[in-house]
């Protein structure tokens, strides 16, 4: 069954700081990894990554896979209040199970001022 | 450019009832895909729905189904509520092959 699991759960920063979210993953016939911000319903789309190395990158935050460990992190420079939001990670798969996406758990980030 | 609309914004039901959620795709996109999130969880992927017909179902049971219509909208429709379903249910939509999903802002369900 895919899996994939973010750490840390939770995480508290002041603005200002840089914060490393993680992801791991084991998903049969990867194709894509996914990275989501939730506030407070709508998961909004950040980043989609299918190639090792190449760091995606969108104002102060950017991400990197590592298909090889199996893996992508999400950073965030100079945090700011604004940031605060469960950041969701997410993979899609090929094959048979082509189009759906398995979610992490997220990671709750609380930026205090 | 309209995103994902799902209606309603919430709804309450008691136990045995049947609910169904609607979702309106972003212009443009033909796949919608919908998810179940419990309070602190990530998303469960219930089923997609490409050329009106069910193409993925996640593990869930056959009390959930789906449709799309031929202008890419969708439903949900959930059949004998329990208290379990309780949940915040999401529309994704997505453009074939693409893997992109946008999400609506969801709709709340309590079932009591």
């Known amino acids: 069954e895919d899996k994939v699991v973010q750490s840390p759960l939770s995480l508290v920063v002041h603005e200002g700081d840089t914060v490393t979210l993680n992801c791991s993953y084991e998903?049969?016939?990867?194709?894509?990894l996914l990275w989501y911000k939730q506030e407070k319903k709508a998961p909004t789309f950040l980043f989609m990554l299918?190639?090792?190395?190449i760091e995606k990158k969108s104002g102060r935050l950017s991400s990197i896979l590592d298909k090889k460990e199996l893996f992508s992190i999400l950073n965030i420079t100079a945090t700011q209040t604004g940031d605060s939001a469960v950041y969701l990670c997410?993979?899609?798969?090929?094959?048979?199970?082509?189009?759906?996406?398995?979610f992490g758990q997220g990671t709750i980030l609380t930026v205090h001022p | 450019d309209a995103g994902v609309t799902q209606s309603p914004t919430h709804l309450i039901k008691t136990r045995g009832q049947q609910v169904t959620l609607r979702c309106s795709p972003k212009?443009?996109?033909?796949?919608v895909s919908w998810y179940q999130q419990a309070l602190g969880q990530g998303p469960q992927f219930i089923f997609q729905?490409?050329?009106?017909?069910?193409?993925q179902r996640g593990n869930f049971p056959d009390r959930f189904s789906g449709h799309q219509f031929p202008n890419y909208s969708s439903e949900l429709n959930v059949n004998a509520l329990l208290l379990g379903d309780s949940a915040l249910y999401l529309c994704?939509?997505?453009?074939?092959?693409?893997?992109?999903?946008?999400f609506g802002p969801g709709t709340r369900l309590t079932v009591l």
């Open positions: 994704a939509s997505s453009s074939y092959p693409l893997d992109t999903q946008y």
């Open positions: 998903v049969t016939n990867f194709r894509s």
């Open positions: 299918t190639s090792s190395g």
């Open positions: 997410a993979v899609g798969a090929g094959g048979t199970s082509y189009g759906k996406l398995t």
């Open positions: 212009s443009g996109h033909d796949t």
């Open positions: 729905y490409y050329e009106e017909e069910e193409r």
